[in-house]
C-alpha cells in the first residue's frame, strides 16, 4: 500500500522544516482524509482536473520531461508509468497533455520549490510518483494552494488521492518556497519567470482567434451564416479583442470562418459543429488544401504526404468533388491501428479517396496508380515553433508529442533540427520524380529557414531532370489565396504568416513546372483552372480554341514567326478592317507596329516561301494604309515577292512623284499589304484605295497631280 511506498525519514529536520514531517501513520498518508476534501466549504476558483487526468499527465510528463545529468538530478523519476488509463475522449486526452506540457515548462521550477520546502531530500518517495507530485503540484499552485472539489460520481484512484493529502500537509511550505522563488528572480508571478520566447507564446495562445472551415458538402456558406446568426452571433470584419458573439470570414479561405477563442465550448455545443457541418482546424492546412485546388485541372489527381489529420483529407475531397479527380493518401494504416481513420469512414461520405498502405518514400514514382497524379501536397513534420498552442497543434495534426520537450523551452536542439531538414529535403525530392506531376505544394508551421526556404532552394538547384522532364521552379502565391498587394510584396515567391495574435506561423511554397510538350491541354482543363482562380467571374465564356484543326492542316510556317493567338488575329483583322477606308485627317493613323508581324500561307505561297530567303536590309514603312481585306488570299508574281525576318522594316523617305526615277524599283515588305509607287509608266488607271500612287500620266501641258486616291477597285500590277 501507500503506507509502505511513502517512507518519509526520521531523522531530525532542520529548523524550518521541523513542522514538515509526517508520520505514515497520519492522516495525511492514509485514504482517511479523503472525504474530507468533498465537503470543501467553498469552491475554488479552479476546480482541478478528475483524477484519471492526472495520472494521463503524468504517465505523458514521464514520457517528455527533460533528462539531466546525474550529478545534476535532484529528483530522481522512475523507468515505469503508472498504471495505464484510457482515455474517454478526446478532450481527457488534450486536458492531459496540456497539464503534463505545462508542467514541463515549470519542471525547474516546481523541482526547486520541492526541495527549497524541504519534502526533497528529506521525504523518501518512490521514484515512479515522483512524475505524479510534479503535476499535482503545478495544478496545486495554480489553484493558489486551494482544495480541489470532486464530485460523488467522479471516479477515485487511490494514488492521486494519497498525493494530494501530502502536498496539502505541505502547503505553507510549498507557498513559502513559491514566493521566495519570484522575490529571487524579481517576477510577479511564475510565469514571469519563463524564458521571453516561451511567455510570448503563452500569451498568444490565450487570445488566438478559432479557425474552421464549412462542409458545403452538407450545408451551403449562406445557411451556416443565417444559422450563426439566428443563436445571435454577429458578422464582422476582425474578432480581435471582441468579447460578444461574433464571427468573420477569412481573407484568403472564402469557406473558413474566424471566432474568439472563449466562444470554443459554446459553439461545440452547436448542431453545426456536432453534425460536422463547421470543423475547428488551424488555418495553415486551409490555405494549402485551396493551393491545391487552384492549381487543377479537370480530372487531375492528387497525392497527399503526410496528411496528419484526416480533417484535411475531407476538406480536399469535397473542394474537388466536382473535378472528377482521386486523392491518394499514403501511409494509411489498417482501420484496426487507427482509430481515427474508422471514425473518419463512418463520418465522411467521400468517393474520391484512395487509400496506400505504403509510405511515400517507398512508393514509385512510375507507380501504374499514380500517373494522373498532377498536384502532390506535401505536409512534413516539421518543428511546429510557429504554432502558439502546440499541444492543439499536435493532437489535432498527429504530429509528433516528442516535440514537447523541445518546444517547452522555446526552441528545439540542433540535432534535431538537422534530422527534420533532412527528412523534408529528402521527401520533396522525392515528390520531383514524379515524372506526370507538374505541382507541388510544401507547407510547414515552422518560422525556421531551414526547414523553409532552405529546403525549397535546395531541392531546386539539384534536382534531376530526366530527359523529357520539365524543370521546377518557384511560383507566386495562388492567386485565390492572396490579395494582389501580397503579390506584389511576396517578392521571393513564397508566402509567409509570421506568428501573431491573430494566426499561427505558416510557410507556403508553390513549386510548378511546365507540361510535358507531349501531352495536348484540353480546353475543359484551361477553363477548370481559369475558374479555380477567380479568372472567370463576370465573363462568358466562347467557343473553344481550333488550335488542334489547324495543325492538321499542315500549313508552313515562315522561319521565327510567333504564334498568335486567333482571337487576336480576329480582333486585327476586323481593326484594319476599319482603317482600311482612307482619311485625309489622319495620315498617320497606321504604323508599322500595328501591322500584324504573322506572314501568313493564304498571302505568299508555300513553292514561293521555300524558294526565297528573308530579306537583310531592314526597312521602315510609316503612313501607308493597308490593303483592302478582299485581296488578301490573291497570289503575287513569283520572283518578286520575298519573306522578311520578323524585324522592323525601313523604307527610305521618297520624293513622290516618282517620274523623273524610272530606273528605281520599291523594295517589297514580306507583310500581307502591298504597295507600289505609280507614275506614267505604270499604268494610266487609278490604283486601288489603300494604296498610294502619284498621278495617272500626265497629258501634255498639265502637271501631275500628287496622293490621288481613288474609290474605284484595281487589279495591282506586278511589280517591276
Known sequence: MLEASLDVDTEPLTEDCQDTYVSPDSPALSGGTSNSRKSTPSLPEKPGYPDSVYVMAANVFQSIRVEKAPEKALIKYGDQPLHTVEYEDESMQRLSYELAFSALKYQDILENILIDSCIFPNTRIPDQLNSLIIVMLYDFQ??????????????????????????????????????????????????????????????????????????????????????????????????????????????????????????KSDLLNTDLFKDYKVIFQDKSRSLAVHSVKALLNMDDDILMVNTGSWYTVAHLAILTSNNSSKIFVCGVQSHAKDPDLKTFSQRWDVKNIEMLHETFLKIESKDFRLQKVKVILLLPRCSVLGVSNPVEFILSEHEDTDLLKDLSQGGISEDKLRVLCEQQYEQLTHAMKFAKAQAIIYCTCSVYPEENEAVVKKALELQDVGIKGQPYRLSPPVLPLCSLKEITLSTDKFFRMEPSEMTNGCFLSVLTRERDPSETVSVKDVLARAAAKGLLEGIELGKSSKREKKKKKGKVILPKAPNVDINIQTKIAEFLHRESVPSVSHPDRMTAKAFPQKPTSQAIPSSQARKHKPASVPVVIKNLPPRPQPFISRSRPSGRVMPLKRVEIVLPPVMLPFSSYPGIKPHFSGQRFFYHWGGSKIGSKNPLPGYLSTAPAAKKGEKPKENVHSSQPQRPQPWL
Request: charged share 25%.
Open 142 to 263: 495554480d489553484r493558489k494552494f486551494q482544495a480541489r472539489f470532486l464530485s460523488d460520481s467522479e471516479e477515485i484512484i487511490e494514488e492521486v488521492q494519497e498525493v494530494e493529502d501530502f502536498l496539502s500537509s505541505f502547503k505553507t511550505k510549498l507557498a513559502a518556497a513559491l514566493a521566495r522563488c519570484r522575490i529571487k528572480h524579481d517576477a510577479l508571478s511564475i510565469c514571469n519567470i519563463l524564458p521571453e520566447k516561451v511567455r510570448n507564446q503563452e500569451l498568444r495562445a490565450s487570445i488566438l482567434p478559432l479557425y474552421a472551415w464549412i462542409n458545403t458538402s452538407k450545408i451551403s456558406l449562406d445557411e451556416v451564416y443565417d444559422a450563426l446568426m439566428q443563436q445571435g452571433y454577429h458578422k464582422v470584419n476582425s474578432v480581435l479583442h471582441i468579447e460578444d458573439k461574433v464571427f468573420a470570414v477569412d481573407q484568403h479561405c472564402y469557406d473558413v470562418l474566424i471566432f474568439p477563442s472563449h466562444l
